[in-house]
T-cell receptor, first 113, second 116 residues
Framework: AQSVSQHNHHVILSEAASLELGCNYS??????LFWYVQYPGQHLQLLLK??????LVKGIKGFEAEFIKSKFSFNLRKPSVQWSDTAEYFC???????????FGAGTQVVVTP | GAVVSQHPSRVICKSGTSVKIECRSL??????MFWYRQFPKQSLMLMAT?????????EQGVEKDKFLINHASLTLSTLTVTSAHPEDSSFYIC????????????FGPGTRLTVT
């Protein structure tokens, strides 16, 4: 069965620190990859997506993610976080044959001032 | 653009009653809408996929007679939790997609259901 794994369930870091959240999936075919963010009390918002082309994808708010096909990974990065980046981050994967988005368990990120 | 609303945002109901949650795409026509359930500190679990004018497709383990989904128009889908029980208490989230595939979904703000 297909699965999406997020390595860290909870991350605490200070402002200006760099952030990297891991995401791996298990599926050998072509996939579409997403990172969503859920700020406290708000709905899920799309941070960035990868369908094809340049494996380094830039999203909103300074986030980027790199698709490494050989590693089945789509890690999210931000070089310098802000307090406002405190949120829950979800990796999601879709393949044409699945008919749905498969979400990872989410990573709660807390940025301290 | 691509705004999805849900109503109500919170609802408390008594055991045995039914509750209807609405999901609307405000500025686009959604070919497909999805209903998720999110447990505390857990990921989103897809409950069902609905296409306008046709029956919803339910995920394994989701009782279709308990969670009635209607997708009457390209901008409205409803989820009715019938004969609610305390274990149905959860956060229900809908999303809408512009296409019949799931390449990109736009999420609603969610509805917190508490069954007493």
């Amino acid at each position: 069965a297909q699965s999406v794994s997020q390595h860290n369930h909870h991350v605490i870091l200070s402002e200006a620190a760099s952030l990297e959240l891991g995401c791996n999936y298990s599926y050998g075919g072509t996939v579409n990859l997403f990172w969503y963010v859920q700020y406290p009390g708000q709905h899920l918002q799309l941070l960035l997506k990868y369908f094809s082309g340049d494996p380094l994808v830039k999203g909103i708010k300074g986030f980027e993610a790199e698709f490494i096909k050989s590693k089945f990974s789509f890690n999210l990065r931000k070089p310098s976080v802000q307090w406002s980046d405190t949120a829950e981050y979800f990796c999601a994967v879709n393949a044409d044959s699945w008919g749905k988005l498969q979400f990872g368990a989410g990573t709660q990120v807390v940025v301290t001032p | 653009g691509a705004v999805v609303s849900q109503h109500p945002s919170r609802v408390i109901c008594k055991s045995g009653t039914s509750v209807k949650i609405e999901c609307r795409s405000l500025d686009f026509q959604a070919t497909t809408m999805f209903w998720y359930r999110q447990f505390p500190k857990q990921s989103l679990m897809l409950m069902a996929t609905s296409n306008e004018g046709s029956k919803a497709t339910y995920e394994q383990g989701v009782e279709k007679d308990k969670f009635l989904i209607n997708h009457a128009s390209l901008t409205l889908s409803t989820l009715t939790v019938t004969s609610a029980h305390p274990e149905d208490s959860s956060f229900y989230i809908c999303s809408a997609s512009l296409t019949s595939t799931v390449y990109e979904q736009y999420f609603g703000p969610g509805t917190r259901l508490t069954v007493t």
